[in-house]
């Protein structure tokens, strides 16, 4: 056999092997998978309004809410906490004047997310609703998103949550990043978020969730007819939260 | 002299036969045993489920065997990517296949892998 027989034979080895792999492939059975085309989230665009005067000012019902339904972890420890949903306070002053006021951040969902734009494994991204969402299956831990959202929304879990506050929700492990995702697990069942529901409960009703695609939702009543305020509009991520007596 | 006569003498077919075998070997090897594993039905003793919920599995036992991890990763991606929230979760699975040391564990410790999904995902 010279050198060319051998490399036919090899060759021819190789190749029936690979696709003997392939046909065991197919014989074991595929599943489709989906396409953006018959996803159930098209046509929707969810979005948020949350209004500071009705937002009690030591009240923390949203954030215990948000803590309790997606396990964040929340430490108590301001090195590893992680927020999806906090509370801040503003101070403007002009002249001599100053006031002070609470607001509530979170992710506000930009319909242009930067965060979306910089993933280099798109884990980030945009749902067909408008949901920015993280599949932390995929999220690598290399924290672009955090330096690209002009929010500060996004957190990174240093220190993993030790158990289920709510056994239904995943929890996250350490060395992905997070943010808020807008419960998009009760949104697709057709029930409101947990922060919502928890002021809504408290009896103040500050936040509001509905489709902005729908004209006849109250949230998008009020973007029509109310001075609703958006954060950094000026850097053009669209965000969807607005604010109402920022 | 000696090493003309090397030269000028071709390998046969069958000198040639004796590394294409040595490397095709553990390729060989598991073809084998994959076929024989499959006869002997071997992952039954494996299977516990006291507590069943469900009398059927999604898919029939022998696909479940192979694709488990197929399923679920495609399932990941309608659940997380388009929203489609259908009946198949590892939820379900943990309704029949109650406890993740009787089942998940004992498979995956024989093969030695080791699914990472219980970090995030509460399975008792
Ligand atoms: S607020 Fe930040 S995390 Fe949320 S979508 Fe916008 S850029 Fe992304
Ligand atoms: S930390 Fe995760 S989600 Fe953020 S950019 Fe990196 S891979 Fe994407």
Redesign the pocket.
Known sequence: MDRRDFFKIAGGTILAGTSGVYAIRRLTGSIPGSTVADSPLTGKKWGMVIDLSKCVEDCTACLDACRYENNVAFHQDERWDVHWIRKIRLESKIGTTSTEKSVILLCNHCEKPP?AQ????Q??YKREDGIVV?DHHR????????IACPYNARYFNFKDKEDWSNTDRPKRSHG??EACNLCAHRIDLGELPACVEACSNVGEGAIMVGDMNDSGSEVAKIIMAEAVKRLKEDLGTEPKVYYLGL | MRSKDILNNKPSAAVAAIPITIILLPVLYSIFTFAFAQEKKGTEQFLEMPDAVYTKCVRDTEYMRHNHWVLLRVVREDVVRYGKRGEISLKRCGECHTSREKFCKKCHDAVSMKPDCYGCHYYP
């Open positions: 965060c910089v993933c280099p494994v884990a980030t993280v999220c690598i831990g290399c924290r672009y998103c955090m992905v990043a």
